[in-house]
């Protein structure tokens, strides 16, 4: 017997709520990290093999595009935390409810916008 029950596949119809996409981004976060983790290594060992090494990688610094990769990468570090820290208070039984789960979703989500912000004009 086949079950009769309802399929949505159109996903722009259904609304997430901000706990769910906070939840979302704290695992995007977490990925960018580890991906960002292989160029902050490479760079590490190039600059400490050698001098030519230090100074290519000093260079590189100065760009743009490496800017935008080490922005981005401590913006992934600066929401993953505040996503973890928020996920630790849940985990004590704080914020557990649907109203007080989007507040504390909307407001990390604004602090880390603000941070980022923050950052990105002390990187530039």
Partial sequence: MK???PVNLDLSTIKMHAAANAS??????????VFAIGIL??????????IEGFT???????GVFFKIIIL???SALIY???GGIR???????????LASGNATAKLIIALWLV???VVGVRLW
């Fill in 87 to 97: 996920h630790l208070l849940m985990d004590l039984g704080y914020f557990e409810e």
């Fill in 41 to 50: 290594l490479w760079t590490l060992s190039l600059s400490l093999s050698s």
């Fill in 80 to 82: 993953h935390l505040l």
């Fill in 24 to 33: 979302i981004l704290h695992r995007v976060s977490g990925v960018i990290m």
């Fill in 56 to 62: 290519q990688v000093e260079s590189l610094l100065d």
């Fill in 72 to 74: 981005g990468t401590l």
């Fill in 115 to 117: 941070l980022t912000v």
């Fill in 3 to 5: 079950k009769q029950r």
